[in-house]
T-cell receptor
């Protein structure tokens, strides 16, 4: 049973436009959410995170929104750049269960010049 | 520079052989993790260790073994009992206090020939 789901396996956007990557979760015990970016044959790198007590966190071109009632989070990239082309994973941590992360299946973002 | 190193980057194994993947970190992190990524899929947890000389099974531990004799090292052995070992293997580490996510290694691509 997948507790963290990224229902779009791929997304294609034009350079300069907004990219919106979505993530849904089922476990209400998740208290911290993260987005990772991964290039082929490399390890994921941390992008941005959000605590469950917030509904928005912003870092430069990247903004993560959390809707707890809908159990949904999204990553907005504005403006999108060709270098943003990668696979993006969302991940979630359960409160008081150590720092174990559950990952979604990933979304491949392609930004076209 | 602090980081987490996985070696080798590419590994070929004959069916029926055991093989050990190396993971070393100099970040002074207490916790270490092994994940597996298959094409088009997310990251699945194999084993994790929160402290030296202790480790726990993850979601897909069958056919794998680990050891944690030193804080810096968390090698993963893929045994002949693992039915489908060809995959991309990722090692990660984290602190066990205030959580800021995982630091990942660059991965090892294992191919069974």
């Amino acid at each position: 049973d997948q507790q963290v789901k990224q229902n779009s396996p791929s997304l294609s956007v034009q350079e300069g436009r907004i990219s919106i990557l979505n993530c849904d979760y089922t476990n209400s015990m998740f208290d911290y959410f993260l987005w990772y970016k991964k290039y082929p044959a490399e390890g994921p790198t941390f992008l941005i995170s959000i605590s469950s007590i917030k509904d928005k966190n912003e870092d430069g071109r990247f903004t993560v929104f959390l809707n707890k009632s809908a159990k949904h989070l999204s990553l907005h990239i504005v403006p999108s750049q060709p270098g943003d082309s990668a696979v993006y994973f969302c991940a979630a941590r359960i409160n008081n269960a150590g720092n174990m992360l559950t990952f979604g299946g990933g979304t491949r973002l392609m930004v076209k010049p | 520079d602090g980081g987490i190193t996985q070696s080798p980057k590419y590994l070929f194994r004959k069916e029926g052989q055991n093989v050990t993947l190396s993971c070393e970190q100099n970040l002074n992190h207490d916790a270490m993790y092994w994940y597996r990524q298959d094409p088009g899929q997310g990251l699945r947890l194999i084993y994790y260790s929160q402290i030296v000389n202790d480790f726990q099974k993850g979601d897909i531990a069958e056919g794998y073994s680990v050891s944690r004799e030193k804080k810096e090292s968390f090698p993963l052995t893929v045994t002949s009992a693992q039915k489908n070992p060809t995959a991309f293997y990722l090692c990660a580490s984290s602190i066990t206090g205030d959580f800021y996510g995982y630091t990942f290694g660059s991965g090892t691509r294992l191919t069974v020939v």
